[in-house]
């Protein structure tokens, strides 16, 4: 397999105006029928050119142009192309494939899962349904037939408006459906099955009324509640912030269980795996119900971002995904806690994103090359892409960034354009200059930033110091500054200071002028504030401005003052996390010196404090309580030793809950819920409270508080509770674990989600001996391989969750993983691909755990027959 570059890039030598489909869908094998309106591209330099298509994994049956039948001679196949070397300027031409869905385990084109015929095509899946142009700058205006069973399918759907509905004399129905917008093959979808709709309508800003439908098996019509609501919050939220209405009168989400993502934006025909859709308390965590407002807002908003405005090629992919992921993320925060939110997003980049940009597969936002999409996907594609729109957002202000983005999407509304294409948008109604700031989108890597300070007590003033510099990635070298927009603040001991920038001009101020964004833009840079009676506390990188590592060297009392007065909620929290660094690389370097180390009593004083704080947001609270998670650590200490780290850690943990067992005690008490279960961000956030504090509390060993455990998983209404209940029960070994584990296995086995959790609490265990029980739990009826939410939540827990089990010393864990990748290699190499990752990763970690890895991927390499996707990620690892 070879790579494709962005700089080869060139227009289609062909446009298509209309495509016709006909799908005769059958248990053996279904045939489809193509018509394309074909046209030459006025834009192509190529004026003579033969015509080529994308098809994979098809059976050719017929081809004509404009209704004369061509003979083998006239066109050729390979495995991935289909050409005709001789076609007029204009014509139509009309194919027929045979394809097998039922045996497509790739759960990518046309698949069936649990009975339904679903489609998956973006990136590149169109191709295996029918020979296309299947690249996203081919847009057309789609009319979809499909036949089929009609008491086996009784709803089939497409994408549009349904046009035409009858039963045929054989037993089979025939609909069809059109869709007036013009749309790249990656946004078709089609659906058949016995499904049953929750309706809704949802009345635009403009008064028209809008068919809202979402589509599930039978046993799933009480879990849809919840989703309705979610979208019809994104609807309303989309017209108010970014003035976008919907387009058409009928929105579809349909549920499928074997989903390789989370959700598919199918223009007017989402396409959810059940785990992004479907949520009831009794089945589904806080969590759960906030990931369904998040997917669900995210897919609706595609249908502008995405669209109505789509992807010129596939190195453009964050121009929808990172617009897309910005949008949600600010709706979820309107929807719940802003500063929880940001927080969990941080902490998902600084710990996955930042692991990728120092990886092997490290790439730009915009990626240079490839060798395969699927593999792009990525949390720098989705979560950095955020980001950058973000910084946009910080660096023009809210009513600038809306000018710019009603400019982007009135200029190339119905077009596939770049990610050069938005940024130009912005500059135009902003007049902003973002010529520096587009190395963003060019340079892959995390920059740091050094940054320290003096104060000089005679003149009065500040002086920060900030350095940057972005380490070497694959490819790139010897990186020049970015445009990082650094937020700062400055706290004295009455609160936050006003800020006097000598000679540089600052914008965004905030109205009192004690928060501003300073624009870093050299490899070394100085800022003075001027007239501060008092040596100021820093407040940096507020609401984390720029996606970077920042290194200020604290001392601990102004760690502590950030903690206990900061105004800006995600910094509180990150000097949390930083002192607990400081108390983690203590404790590290106390066990290896064979000593004991004792909790520092400023950091348990500070925590002390908050939980006296009634006033505090409590979500705020349990999270500023969590040591740095160990895939955190694993990005802040070289090398990573994970046992090291795992022991530590769980050590500083016990001596918390030694240190505040009386307040924790009264948290847990205090924050029991009187009233029914409802999943707004106050409940939310006392249950997290108090599911932290139990999980403390629980370390501490006492008789009388594994009883309130026990009591809570029996007696809990909600999944939120019941599963933080058996979690904290199973890390502890409890005497109720197994009997625990059983029941709640007995009580939910008719429910494949819940079945997922059971799974992945178990396959989270740091206990000795969990990979044994999560091999045999794979030989266990629930388990199923083709299953990618099973296969996430027993093999992808067990090797991105539980570091101390999967970097077993004798290497039994990377072997593990390596046979799983193996396995699914044959069967479903997107999953395959993405479950190799931490092995990628193997030179962060000490030099006899990097040979055991390295190993299993050079096992893996040797295989014949490796996908493209695997084969890219295997290769770029081993070295
Ligand atoms: N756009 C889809 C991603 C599909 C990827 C397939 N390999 C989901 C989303 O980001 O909304
Ligand atoms: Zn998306």
């Known amino acids: 397999p070879s790579a494709i570059f962005l700089k080869d890039y060139s227009v289609p030598a062909f446009l298509i105006d209309a495509t016709e489909l006909r799908f005769e869908l059958g248990e053996e094998a279904t045939t489809v029928h193509s018509c394309l309106t074909l046209r030459r591209n006025p834009a192509s330099d190529n004026a003579t050119a033969g015509l080529t298509l994308h098809g994979a994994e098809l059976e050719l049956l017929s081809l004509a142009i404009d209704g004369n039948t061509l003979s083998e001679s006239q066109w050729s196949v390979s495995e991935e192309t289909l050409c005709i070397a001789e076609v007029p300027d204009q014509f139509e031409l009309r194919c027929s494939t045979r394809i097998y869905p039922q045996k497509n385990t790739s759960l990518e084109g046309l698949y069936k899962s649990s009975g339904m015929f679903c489609t998956q095509c973006e990136a590149e899946g169109f191709r295996k349904i029918t020979y296309y ?287 050069e294409d938005f940024v130009l948008a912005m500059e135009a109604a902003s007049g902003m200059d973002l010529s520096q700031f587009r190395r963003w989108y060019e340079l892959a890597g995390t920059p740091e930033l050094d940054v320290s300070g003096s104060y000089d007590a005679e003149q009065g003033r500040y002086t920060l110091t900030v350095k940057q510099h972005c380490p070497d990635t694959p490819g790139q070298t010897n990186k020049p500054p970015l445009h990082i927009p650094f937020s700062v603040a400055l706290l004295g001991e009455a609160g936050a200071l006003r800020l006097n920038l000598q000679g540089q001009e600052a914008d965004s101020e905030t109205a009192d002028n004690t928060e501003m964004v300073l624009h870093v833009t050299e490899a070394q840079q100085q800022f003075v504030f001027s007239e501060l009676p008092e040596e100021p506390v820093p407040s940096l990188l507020r609401g984390f401005s720029a996606p970077v590592k920042l290194h200020f060297p604290y001392r601990r009392d102004q760690l502590i003052a950030l903690i206990t007065r900061d105004t800006d909620g995600f910094c509180r929290w990150d000097a949390c996390q930083q002192l607990g660094i400081l108390e983690m690389t203590a404790a590290m370097e106390s066990a290896k010196a064979g000593a004991d180390y004792q909790l520092s009593a400023d950091f348990s004083g500070a925590l002390a404090q908050l939980l006296a704080d009634d006033s505090l947001d409590k979500a705020m609270l349990a999270m500023m309580l969590v040591l740095p998670s160990e895939a955190y650590l694993a990005e802040v200490f070289k090398p990573v030793d994970v046992h090291a780290i795992h022991h530590a850690r769980e050590r500083l943990r016990r001596q918390l809950a030694e240190a505040l067992r009386e307040p924790l005690l009264q948290t847990y008490e205090r924050c029991q819920d009187a009233q029914p279960y409802q999943a707004n961000a106050e409940q939310i956030a006392r249950r997290s409270l108090k599911n932290t504090s139990l999980a403390y509390l629980m370390l501490l060993g006492e008789e009388g508080i594994a009883q309130k455990a026990r009591e809570q998983f029996a007696e809990s209404q909600n999944m939120t509770d019941r599963l933080a209940a058996l979690t904290t029960l199973v890390n502890n070994e409890d005497s109720a674990k197994a009997e625990a584990l059983m029941s709640f296995y007995q009580d939910w086995q008719h429910e494949p989600l819940v079945i997922n959790q059971w799974f992945q609490v178990q396959a989270a265990s740091s206990a000795p001996g969990t990979l044994e029980k999560v091999k045999s739990l794979m030989n266990h009826p629930a388990f199923d391989i083709r299953n990618p939410n099973k296969v996430r939540a027993l093999i992808a827990t067990f090797c991105v969750q539980n570091a101390v089990n999967f970097h077993r010393e004798d290497g039994a864990g990377y072997a593990f993983l390596a046979d799983q990748v193996i396995a699914l290699n044959r069967s479903n190499p997107q999953i395959a691909s993405r479950l190799l990752q931490p092995l990628s990763k193997w030179r962060k970690y000490p030099e006899a755990a990097q040979q055991k890895m390295q190993a299993e991927l050079k096992r893996i390499l040797a295989e014949p027959d490796l996908s493209r996707d695997v084969y890219e990620v295997v290769s770029k690892s081993v070295s």
């Open 133 to 419: 142009l299947d690249r996203p700058d081919v847009m057309s205006v789609f009319t979809v037939e499909i036949l089929a069973d009609a008491n086996t399918y009784p709803v089939l759907l497409s994408n549009g408006n349904r046009t035409d509905v009858e039963t045929l004399e054989d037993g089979r129905t025939r609909v069809v459906w059109h869709d007036p917008f013009p749309k790249p093959a990656y946004l078709f979808a089609l659906v058949a099955g016995d499904l049953q709709a929750v309706e809704d309508t949802f009345t635009t800003c403009n008064g028209r009324v809008v068919e809202l439908k979402i589509y599930v098996e039978q046993k799933d019509l009480d879990k849809c509640e919840h989703a309705m609501l979610s979208l019809k919050n994104a609807m309303r939220w989309d017209e108010q912030v970014y003035g976008r209405e919907y387009d058409l009168d009928i929105f579809n989400i349909v549920a499928v269980d074997d989903f390789n993502m989370g959700a598919m934006e199918n223009k007017s025909l989402n396409i959810f795996n059940t785990s992004c859709v479907l949520a009831k308390p009794e089945t589904t965590t806080d969590a759960g119900f906030q990931r369904v407002e998040g997917v669900v807002a995210h897919e609706y908003f595609h249908n502008w971002s995405g669209n109505r405005v789509t992807c010129r090629d596939w190195f453009q992919l964050s121009l929808k995904e990172g617009f897309t992921v910005f949008r949600d993320a600010e709706f979820s925060a309107d929807m719940g806690s802003p500063t929880v939110k940001r927080v969990e997003d941080v902490s998902l980049l600084r710990s996955t994103q930042f692991a990728e940009d120092a990886g092997p597969m490290a790439h730009p936002v915009r990626p240079d090359s490839f060798i395969e999409i699927s593999n792009f996907y990525t949390v720098t594609i989705y979560e950095k892409g955020a980001e950058v729109v973000r910084m946009i957002h910080t660096l023009l202000g809210p009513e600038l960034f809306r000018k710019g983005s009603d400019l982007y999407f009135e200029r190339h509304d119905g077009q596939a354009v770049t990610c």
